[in-house]
C-alpha cells in the first residue's frame, strides 16, 4: 500500500494538470445561438459572421495545417464548400492551434494554404473554447435565423477519417441535405474524430 500511494498521487496531479490546459466551457449543443467573432484571415483581413449578409448559415470547421487528420479531411473541407457555398452555407476554417505548441500552425505557416474561403486564427483560443471544439477537424453547421446563426450540426464530417474512397455515411452532407429543405437534422451530433487541439500551456 505504502508503494502504492505515491503512484496514485502521481496520477491524480496529472489529472489535474490535464484540467488546468483544457477548456473549462462545456462549448454549443445544438439549438444554441452562436456568439459572432473577428478573427484574422490569411489576407491580413479581420472576418466575422456578420461580414456576409447573403449568408443563410456557414459551415465552421475548426482544423490545422499540421494533424494528420486534418491534412486527410483538407479536399473534403474544400469540396464542401464547392457544393454548399452557392447554396448560401459557406466553409469558415478556423484554426485554434497554439503555434508555441504547433510550429507548423503558426499564422505564416497558415499562409500557404490558398482557399476559396476565410482560414483565419483563433490566436486566443477563446473561440474554440466557447464552441466547445477539441479536436481538429471539429466541424458546426450553423443555419441563420433573424439575425442570429443556430447550431444545427456538430461533430464530424463523415465515418472515414483516413480514406474518402471508403466512406459510407457522409454526416455532413446528410445533415445538409435536411437543413436545405427547411428540416432539422436527423443525426445532429457525431463524434469528432481528429488531433486534439495543441492548447496553449498555462
Not at 11 to 34: E, H, N, Q
Not at 65 to 70: E, G, I, L, R
Amino acid at each position: 500500500m505504502n508503494k502504492l500511494l505515491p503512484f496514485l498521487t502521481l496520477c491524480f496531479a496529472l489529472l489535474l494538470s490535464s484540467f488546468v490546459t483544457r477548456p473549462t466551457a462545456d462549448g454549443y449543443k445544438v439549438g444554441d445561438k452562436a456568439t459572432d467573432f473577428k478573427l484574422k484571415n490569411i489576407d491580413g483581413k479581420m472576418v466575422s459572421l456578420a461580414d456576409n449578409k447573403a449568408a443563410k448559415g456557414y459551415i465552421v470547421v475548426f482544423t490545422c495545417n499540421t494533424c494528420p487528420f486534418a491534412q486527410a479531411y483538407e479536399s473534403r473541407i474544400v469540396a464542401l464548400n464547392t457544393k454548399y457555398a452557392p447554396l448560401g452555407y459557406p466553409v469558415v476554417a478556423i484554426n485554434p492551434n497554439d503555434p508555441a505548441v504547433a510550429p507548423g500552425d503558426s499564422y505564416a505557416a497558415m499562409q500557404s494554404k490558398k482557399y476559396a474561403f476565410p482560414y483565419l486564427q483563433d490566436e486566443s483560443q477563446e473561440v474554440a473554447k466557447t464552441y466547445g471544439a477539441t479536436r481538429t477537424p471539429h466541424l458546426f453547421i450553423l443555419t441563420r435565423q433573424g439575425n442570429d446563426f443556430v447550431v444545427s450540426y456538430i461533430g464530424a464530417i463523415d465515418d472515414n477519417s483516413e480514406d474518402a474512397k471508403l466512406v459510407k455515411t457522409k454526416y455532413v452532407e446528410n445533415a445538409m441535405t435536411e437543413i436545405l429543405a427547411g428540416k432539422a437534422a436527423t443525426t445532429n451530433s457525431t463524434k469528432a474524430i481528429g488531433c486534439g487541439i495543441k492548447w496553449r500551456r498555462a
